[in-house]
């Protein structure tokens, strides 16, 4: 957990507290910092504070989405505002949290987070295992005859049905039925 907050008192009770609960902190005292923390390693989940001197909650929210960085953004603040808070869901915050907060409501917040930065990476590594397994055959060619049997496999594929592939031996048939 990277917890971004100027307050030091806050940055304290979360390095206490949270490892408590099974969570390694690190802090940054400033939206410059937090960024290249994040540039620097990944984390599950960012608590960041929305006012903070320098470069603001908000904007550092925006550059971390811009980064590429994987991990879910909470949003802490002591000066809640509905806009703010839709602003923040709209730049990919997974949640907007107020101060004072109860340490019970921030872990549940915190482990939901992490679960889904988790299936999200594992959702990522299905999707790939998929696309590796069904990358299509090798077919080579470009006359008339391939570009009709490629049609073909294409209206068949979806289908059901039970197909006959015949042809000369080294032909390719294999290559067809693996392509249906």
């Keep these: 957990v990277l917890v971004v907050d100027d307050e030091r008192p806050t940055r304290l009770l979360m390095e206490k507290e949270l490892p408590r609960a099974g969570y390694a902190v690190t802090t940054a005292e400033s939206g410059e910092e937090a960024l290249e923390q994040v540039r620097s390693r990944d984390f599950d989940v960012i608590l960041l504070d929305l006012m903070m001197p320098g470069i603001g909650g908000m904007e ?76 299509p055959p090798l077919i080579v060619g470009q006359g008339q005859a391939i570009t009709a049997l490629l049609a073909m496999v294409r209206r068949i594929a979806p289908s059901d049905a039970n197909v006959l592939i015949q042809g000369e031996s080294g032909t390719g048939k294999e290559l067809v039925a693996k392509a249906i």
Excluded at 96 to 105: A, D, G, M, Q
């Design 60 to 135: 550092t929210l925006r550059r971390i989405r811009e980064s590429g960085a994987s991990g879910e953004v909470v949003i802490l603040t002591g000066h809640p505002d509905v806009d703010t808070a839709i602003a923040a869901m709209k730049l990919g915050a997974y949640d907007y949290l107020t101060k004072p907060f109860k340490l019970s409501e921030l872990e549940e917040v915190l482990r939901r987070a992490a679960e889904r930065k988790h299936l999200r990476q594992e959702h990522t590594a299905l999707r790939r295992m998929v696309v590796q397994r069904e990358a």
